[in-house]
């Protein structure tokens, strides 16, 4: 069974920082693209990271870029999300997912990824 399942949410406050973990399980890992995403109270979804299988890292949305950081250790089967920086628009339901298409590099379209995680709550107070 595939799992993704992320951690490390919580409360932080304007200008703090936070690590989010994802840890995957059930299907190959290190073949895949991982991504994490957000949903914000106004329930729109926002792609935040991406990180091809061999951890080429794209961030398309330039407020996102410089505080947020993707990285993946495909021994642990792990990605992490680090928020530095933390913004009250930060504020969100954060998801992990894998993608198998494109031989490890990232899909184009949110759709295109194969797993989603359940989320994890970030808040960020001012």
């Known amino acids: 069974q595939v799992r993704l399942v992320e951690s490390g949410g919580g409360s932080v406050q304007v200008g703090g920082s936070l690590t989010l973990s994802c840890a995957a399980s059930g299907f190959t890992f290190s073949s895949h693209c991982m991504a994490w995403f957000r949903r914000t109270p106004g329930n729109q979804r926002e792609e935040v990271a991406y990180?091809?299988?061999?951890?080429?890292?794209?961030i398309n949305t330039a407020s996102l870029r410089g505080r947020f950081t993707i990285s993946r250790d495909n021994a642990k089967a792990t990605a992490q999300l680090r928020l530095n920086f933390a913004r009250p628009e930060d504020t969100a339901v954060y998801y992990c997912?894998?993608?198998?298409?494109?031989?490890?590099?990232?899909?184009?379209?949110?759709?295109?990824?194969?797993?989603w995680g359940q989320g994890t709550q970030v808040t960020v107070s001012s």
């Open positions: 997912a894998a993608g198998g298409k494109y031989g490890g590099w990232c899909p184009i379209r949110t759709d295109e990824f194969d797993y």
């Open positions: 990180i091809s299988a061999t951890g080429v890292t794209t």
